[in-house]
């Protein structure tokens, strides 16, 4: 799954696999090019924030993990700040992995800041973690600390990973130094290795900077007994944080991927979602105008689903005078639920422009080709939320469209709710999101 860093958690009742983030130092870089421009005069000092700390994050070979990962405190910095203001995530444990052998902890906090005056800014995410314990107790600590901060003035931008610390941190036997340097490689036998308090600060001119903390990078390159694929990455306490001078006139975010799940639906079709096409637009930056784009072939789930072909673009910028965030993920030959469900195509599209302050979202373009949902034909232009029961398994919302609020759209091409005990496994309270997009445009 790509990294999209994103400023804010994930709402409640989307995609399950929707962890994924656009890179923040890549966005960072992005503002760079884009060089300084005036801001309206509001009084504050010109620029926007970037920033996300989360407990735990992997890579997209960890498949299934992705999603018990869903379950790790995370919080982000809007693009404005906080006002001053602490924003704050809590989860009271965490548990990855058969009875938590890949991690597992007590209360883990995420927390974000970020606060303009006239002559200064200053954004500080950090996530803390206690009584932690990394694959099977290869790794264990007492505490860890991931601290990322940037400060400005006028004339100077300053990344810093101060504050960032570990209480008996202990590794394959080794006790490790809570002041451990920066960037420590340490082996793990049968696995691959760790990265201690891995820290990335950057600084494009007196335009933009970020810094990127990661208390334990874990990379796994020896197939082990734990069953984490060779290639997965392994993030545990995470930080980032950035601030650019770049004046924008809306802050641009949206996401569009094949196939989301929720925790619970099983390994195969976590797997399967962790596989699709994937693509997101750079937060508060957008993408310049430029279309983002992701495709995927043959995707399959044995038994209980398979897709021809996917392809997920993501847009946002200037179009006229409008401000446009869009998304589609559109998805060819599918065949669902042993066949249940099946069409030639089907296609997602959200999209929001915003213009003289007032945003407008629009779904034109999601449709189906050849639909048929249990046996019965439907018409390729589907009224939004239509719902049909699915009989010994329970229904499904075609055209999905939750209100729009917040300058925010939300399209789903199909979603199935799992209420009743089935023949193909899948456990109630399951839910199956197929071509699922989402676009943002707000004010600043």
Known sequence: MPNTRACARNAPGKPGSQRKRVAGLAALAMFSLMGFSAQAKTGLMPGYFLGQAEAV???ATAGPLDLSIGNASAEGCPCKGTNGHTLTSTVASLSVGTAGNVVSAGINTSKAYGLKTATTASTTESTKIVRLNVLGGLITADAVKAVANVSATGTTLTPTGAGSSFSRLVIAGQKIPDKVADNTVINLPGLGSVTVKFVNAVTYGNVSAGVEVEMLRIQITTSNSLGLPVGTTLVVGEAFAGYARTALKAALTGYAETLGVSANIGSLLQEAASAGA????????????????????????TGLLSISSATTTAMGGAQGKANVAETTSSIGQISLLGGLITANSISAVAEESRTGGKSTPSSLGSSFGSLNVAGVAIASTVPANTTISLANLGYVVLNEQPPASDNHIQVNGLHIYVTTENSLGLPVGAEIFVAHAEATATGL
């Open 278 to 301: 994937i693509a997101g637009i750079p937060n508060c930056v957008g993408s310049g105008g430029q279309t983002l784009t992701d495709s995927v072939a043959n995707l399959s789930a």
């Open 57 to 59: 994050e992997a890579s």
